[in-house]
């Protein structure tokens, strides 16, 4: 009792931890990963999963997720209660890196950046080449200003999944729940494509992290607004986009970020994209009170630092108050 007791008091603590470790380390490549197993492990279960009729399809796409998800939290819990019987400092420390692999705002921040640097040197094919990394966008033909919306729309959407909904979910149920929602984001980002192979078996996938991010899509809407004002932005020109454009984006979570982003930015986000040589019109964000540049893409950066730091602050408060209440 005394060990469980020790561990919830410094829930906070251990998310605090992780956070610093995603803001000074970030994701460093050559050390383990659990997002890296769970990957693995969902392409595995895939190759195995994914056949049959659209109906097994669907059923298997089902035990996919359950399976994924569940085990993700299970295991993460394992590994903590293990440590803890150890020594509750050792289980604080496994808290704390599981939930700093959740994060991904120094990763999130250089991967805008890789695009940014060639963009300046008027680079462009290498600056295509960077933002086809980070989109599933046809990439090959963008203008500058195209290359700088993409880079902006990414930033603006990870916020949300890279970022808040892992402190979300890590403030309500410690590193596991930071974990379970990771799998869920990695079986979005894997499966959850509606195209020939996908359309079915991954529809549960989307659908799951549709739903795990619906409440963190919204709380960052106050909390990029206040970024905004930190930074000088006009946040209530950003305020009317987000009121006017935000159900107008495909996804029902992204349109929030993106929205605020581009009425904090005073550009236009959204139009022509291409995907496997079709053409799509994704629903326009914002008002373009000034042409899209890698200036935005700078600005977008500090918005998105800023606003991670703000994040912080209601995330401990909120994990102090399910570990008392």
Same mark, same amino acid.
């Given at each position: 009792?005394?060990?469980?007791?020790?561990?919830?008091?410094?829930?906070?603590?251990?998310?605090?931890?992780?956070?610093?470790? *995603?803001?000074?380390?970030?994701?460093?490549? $050559?050390?383990?990963?659990?997002?890296?197993?769970?990957? =693995?492990?969902? $392409?595995?279960?895939?190759?195995?999963? =994914?056949?049959?009729?659209?109906?097994?399809?669907?059923? =298997?796409?089902?035990?996919?997720?359950?399976?994924?998800?569940?085990?993700?939290?299970?295991?993460?819990?394992?590994?903590?209660?293990?440590? =803890?019987?150890?020594?509750?400092? #050792?289980?604080?420390?496994? +808290?704390?890196?599981?939930?700093?692999?959740?994060?991904?705002?120094?990763?999130?921040?250089?991967?805008?950046? +890789?695009?940014?640097?060639?963009?300046?040197?008027? *680079?462009?094919?290498?600056?295509?080449?960077? #933002?086809?990394?980070?989109? +599933?966008? !046809?990439?090959?033909?963008?203008?500058?200003?195209?290359?700088?919306?993409?880079?902006?729309?990414?930033?603006?959407?990870?916020?949300? !999944?890279?970022?808040?909904?892992?402190?979300?979910? &890590?403030?309500?149920?410690? &590193?596991? #729940? &930071?974990?379970?929602?990771?799998?869920?984001?990695?079986?979005?980002?894997?499966?959850?494509?509606?195209?020939?192979?996908?359309?079915?078996?991954?529809?549960? $996938?989307?659908?799951?992290? *549709?739903? &795990?991010? /619906?409440?963190?899509?919204?709380?960052?809407?106050?909390?990029?607004?206040?970024?905004?004002?930190?930074?000088?932005?006009?946040?209530?020109?950003? /305020?009317?986009?987000?009121?006017?454009?935000?159900?107008?984006?495909?996804?029902?979570?992204?349109?929030?970020?993106? $929205?605020?982003?581009?009425?904090?930015?005073?550009?236009?986000?959204?139009?022509?994209?291409? /995907?496997?040589?079709?053409?799509?019109?994704?629903?326009?964000?914002?008002?373009?009170?000034?042409?899209?540049?890698?200036? *935005?893409?700078?600005?977008?950066?500090?918005?998105?630092?800023?606003?991670?730091?703000? +994040?912080?602050?209601?995330? #401990?408060?909120?994990?102090?108050?399910?570990?008392?209440?």
């Amino acid at each position: 009792m005394e060990t469980l007791n020790f561990l919830g008091a410094v829930l906070p603590v251990t998310i605090l931890i992780g956070f610093i470790l *995603d803001q000074v380390i970030g994701d460093p490549r $050559s050390w383990p990963h659990p997002v890296v197993g769970i990957g =693995n492990l969902i $392409s595995l279960l895939e190759r195995k999963l =994914n056949h049959g009729s659209p109906k097994v399809r669907r059923r =298997n796409g089902v035990l996919l997720t359950f399976l994924i998800v569940g085990g993700s939290y299970l295991l993460t819990w394992a590994a903590v209660s293990a440590a =803890n019987l150890v020594h509750p400092l #050792l289980g604080l420390a496994i +808290s704390a890196y599981f939930i700093f692999t959740t994060l991904a705002c120094k990763s999130l921040l250089e991967a805008g950046q +890789s695009v940014l640097v060639p963009l300046l040197k008027g *680079d462009l094919k290498e600056a295509r080449t960077r #933002l086809s990394w980070l989109v +599933s966008r !046809d990439t090959s033909n963008l203008s500058e200003a195209e290359i700088a919306r993409g880079t902006v729309e990414t930033l603006a959407e990870n916020f949300v !999944d890279g970022i808040l909904s892992p402190l979300v979910y &890590a403030a309500l149920g410690g &590193a596991p #729940l &930071a974990m379970a929602f990771k799998a869920v984001s990695t079986l979005d980002s894997m499966v959850g494509y509606r195209n020939e192979r996908y359309e079915a078996f991954g529809w549960f $996938s989307a659908r799951t992290d *549709d739903w &795990a991010n /619906y409440v963190p899509a919204r709380l960052s809407v106050p909390i990029l607004l206040l970024a905004g004002w930190v930074r000088g932005m006009s946040v209530s020109h950003a /305020y009317r986009m987000w009121k006017r454009d935000a159900s107008g984006h495909p996804s029902p979570n992204g349109g929030n970020p993106e $929205s605020v982003v581009a009425g904090l930015l005073g550009i236009r986000l959204g139009g022509i994209n291409i /995907y496997h040589g079709r053409t799509h019109h994704r629903a326009e964000m914002g008002e373009a009170l000034h042409p899209v540049t890698s200036k *935005d893409i700078v600005r977008c950066r500090q918005l998105v630092q800023t606003a991670t730091w703000i +994040s912080l602050i209601p995330i #401990l408060i909120a994990a102090y108050i399910v570990i008392h209440f």
